[in-house]
């Protein structure tokens, strides 16, 4: 039996199961889980996850693609009740969900695409430590609630609100794991740089929380001990001729290990300098594509950069600008190389409870 | 969809892969009856000349949708 609460904007009462496997069972049923086992959503719950924010229920943050339906701040804490969240993580959602619904961000392409893209959340700023996301050892894995749940609570809002739903709206050919869950904060105590989001704008006191449509990780383990020979390991490792970000002119990234960080940083490279490197030294010759990624890549860039033939030297992105570097993880000679969609940009937003 | 929203004759032309995705979000979007013009997928990666080609074929049928609005 569903009983409307009334207006519209707001979420049914649905009268689910008692018994625990029957109710995970129901919520498998009707696809409103990721697979995983969620956490029921009684009211008394939803309540306590909405006594976090100011803003009020029926509010609503964002129209989501491809279904547009309405994610209000309610079924935006539904959402997080059932990926398990803590309820003083809601604000990093509702920013999470204005910010990914920018058009600049092109959920519609995100969702909807064959593409295994994920979104990818980066925490900045105060709010990361006092939520407890892992910026450490392990900060992509398992093992922290904070990125583990938060990253699982945008899933379901993508999917429960804006109807992206496997083999159906979702057209993913084969998705990532990414997909569960994608999260991470900056390791800012040990970046050499200023953080991410005072990059993008924002004052180091404040919170941000920055989206990022991530084709999925590629790990790159190197001993390189000094910045010349470690970039041009990084920039070898960029190149892909199957890569979208080279046919479109993307927006790929780099997590940058803490001691990786430290070898450009004591090469005398500020992040704009690695980035420019990177940017020259990633240049791939469009004739390691296939024929048919030349002849998108002509349609789709020579209106930006001019005439493309097989000698030409395409760079991943526009322009240096467009390369984004992160400081994260724990001790060890890696780093992660993040291949974008391409056709979508970072967008960032500011947490405010 | 906002063509159709004005009442004006609207067909979205989608690969077979995107069916399901085209019917959906006409559906999510309040016009569950938004006509489709069904091509070959995939389509991205299709030359100029196919794309054409493509054309060419499928303009009868697009025509009809409309009229049939």
């Known amino acids: 039996m569903n009983r409307p609460l009334s207006p519209l904007t707001r979420a049914t009462l649905v009268e689910a199961p008692d018994d625990l496997d029957e109710l995970i069972e129901f919520f498998h049923a009707r696809r409103w889980s990721d697979g995983l086992p969620i956490v029921p959503p009684t009211r008394e719950r939803v309540a306590r996850m909405l006594s976090c924010t100011q803003r009020k229920p029926d509010e609503i943050i964002a129209k989501v693609a491809p279904g547009f339906g309405e994610a209000t701040v309610e079924r935006i804490a539904i959402n997080a009740v059932m990926a398990g969240c803590r309820p003083d993580y809601l604000p990093v959602l509702i920013a999470a969900t204005q910010a990914m619904s920018a058009p600049e961000f092109n959920l519609q392409g995100i969702q909807a695409t064959t593409n295994p893209v994920a979104v990818w959340l980066i925490i900045n700023g105060p709010i990361a430590e006092q939520l407890s996301v892992n910026a450490g050892p392990n900060c992509l894995g398992q093992g922290t609630v904070a990125n583990a749940t938060l990253g699982r609570a945008l899933r379901l809002i993508m999917q429960n609100i804006g109807g992206a739903l496997p083999g159906d709206m979702d057209r993913a050919t084969h998705g990532q794991p990414g997909k569960f869950s994608f999260c991470c904060a900056e390791n800012e105590a040990q970046s050499p740089w200023p953080p991410l989001h005072v990059e993008r704008g924002f004052k180091r006191e404040q919170s941000t929380v920055t989206v990022v449509g991530a084709a999925g990780t590629h790990n790159m383990n190197t001993h390189a001990d000094n910045a010349d020979e470690l970039l041009r390991v990084i920039a070898d490792t960029m190149m892909f001729p199957a890569s979208n970000d080279y046919w479109i002119g993307g927006e790929p990234w780099l997590v940058l290990g803490p001691q990786h960080a430290a070898i450009l940083h004591a090469g005398g490279l500020s992040k704009a300098e690695v980035k420019r490197r990177l940017w020259e030294e990633s240049k791939m010759p469009a004739r390691r594509m296939a024929a048919r990624e030349l002849q998108r890549t002509q349609a789709v860039r020579e209106s930006k950069i001019g005439p493309i033939n097989e000698d030409t030297m395409l760079a991943a992105a526009d322009g240096p600008e467009g390369i984004g570097i992160l400081v994260a993880g724990g001790p060890g000679t890696h780093s992660v190389y993040v291949a974008s969609f391409g056709d979508a940009r970072a967008v960032t937003r500011e947490v405010i409870a | ?69």
Do not use: D, W, Y
């Open chain 2, 1 to 69: 969809m906002e063509i159709a929203k004005r009442g004006k004759a609207a067909v979205t032309v989608v690969s077979n892969a995107f069916i399901g995705l085209g019917r959906a979000q006409s559906r999510s979007l309040g016009h569950a009856n938004l006509p489709l013009a069904v091509i070959p997928h995939p389509f991205g990666s299709r030359t100029r000349e196919e794309v054409r080609a493509l054309a060419e074929q499928c303009v009868a049928e697009i025509a009809r949708l409309a009229a049939a609005k």
